[in-house]
């Protein structure tokens, strides 16, 4: 099969083509084959990498597990010895966890793996583009006790987690200001954002309004720029936090008694069946903005890692 490996920590260079044998499930496992899978910004970041702490957890000098890609789409090819829960041909999409592995034409997985069936009315590009921002933002919602009424704040609205924090924070009730470039301002506001602002606005002196919760998804603006804006008992959310940042984070939540929310996510299989409900219902849009082939995975990280991206980036295994 084909895989894209990342042998070494680098630039988009380092990914590289290769041919690897196809994996056979073990018992309790299935194998996927991928349809697509994606490119978000924690894939770039454990390839560069960026911050360099991420070493201690993927590798001190090189990744642990070489075939990068977190999210994927696909269908059941072979199932293993006591798998109930799937079958062959069945549509799956979900999340391949820590260990990665989606930028692979298969795949094998446990079937209590955050994987569910992709309803038909989802296509295998949406499935393989939910997982990564739309888990990220629910499970952050959670942790701030969102509820009807309440007033958010997100910045880097159009980014994939902006762009399902929007929408999920209007299904809870929230009213939404969304902060973006003024490109954007007509993507937010058609996933439902009540205002919007470009960075510049977002800075100004002039911006006094304040919100219960302030959700940063890009993290290129600073605690101070995001805390003066927090409503009292608000809280605020570093989603794109880097170690400097959280370490600053955790010393004004314990000196200031200011919520600040930040670092890994837990994934769940009800979150992740919450979202294609949703999807399958029309109440919930995966934004896709390009798509690449496998071969051209570098260009993809190049892409993505640049910043301009507008909610997700799919990768074409099988079509």
């Not at 991928?34 to 970041?45: E, G």
């Not at 296509?123 to 990564?132: D, I, K, R």
Request: glycine share 8%.
């Amino acid at each position: 099969m084909k895989v894209i490996t990342c042998r070494k920590y680098g630039a988009p260079e380092v990914l590289q083509l290769e041919d690897w044998a196809t994996p056979n499930p073990k018992k309790n496992e299935v194998k996927i084959k991928i349809y697509n899978t994606s490119v978000n910004s924690a894939d770039w970041r454990i390839r560069k990498p960026d911050p360099q702490v991420a070493r201690l957890f993927f590798g001190l000098t090189k990744l642990k597990y070489p075939i990068l890609g977190g999210s994927f789409s696909g269908v059941v090819e072979t199932v293993g010895e006591g798998v109930t829960k799937f079958k062959v041909g069945d549509r799956v999409f979900g999340s391949t966890g820590i260990k990665m592995g989606a930028y692979a034409e298969f795949i094998c997985l446990p079937e209590s793996a955050v994987m569910t069936i992709l309803p038909k009315e989802i296509s295998f590009s949406e499935g393989a583009t939910l997982p990564f921002g739309s888990l990220t933002a629910i499970d952050f919602l959670h942790k701030c006790k969102i509820k009807k009424g309440q007033s958010i704040i997100i910045y880097g609205a159009s980014s994939s987690v902006g762009t399902a924090t929007i929408q999920l924070a209007k299904n809870f009730g929230v009213n939404v200001t969304a902060v973006c470039s003024k490109s954007n301002f007509k993507l937010v506001q058609s996933l439902g954002a009540d205002f919007v602002m470009d960075y510049e606005e977002f800075h100004s002196e002039s911006h006094q309004k304040t919100y219960d919760i302030v959700f940063e998804c890009v993290g290129k603006s600073t605690l101070n720029s995001n805390l003066r804006l927090l409503s009292k008992d608000g809280v605020l959310v570093l989603v794109g936090a880097l170690f400097g940042q959280m370490f600053h984070a955790l010393w004004i939540s314990f000196t200031k008694g200011i919520q600040i929310k930040f670092g890994p996510i837990t994934e769940t299989l009800e979150n992740l069946e919450f979202l294609s409900d949703l999807s399958k219902k029309k109440k919930f849009k995966v934004v896709i903005d390009r798509s690449y082939p496998l071969e051209a995975m570098p260009e993809a990280h190049r892409y993505v890692e640049a910043g301009h991206k507008k909610g997700n980036v799919v990768i074409d295994i099988f079509k």
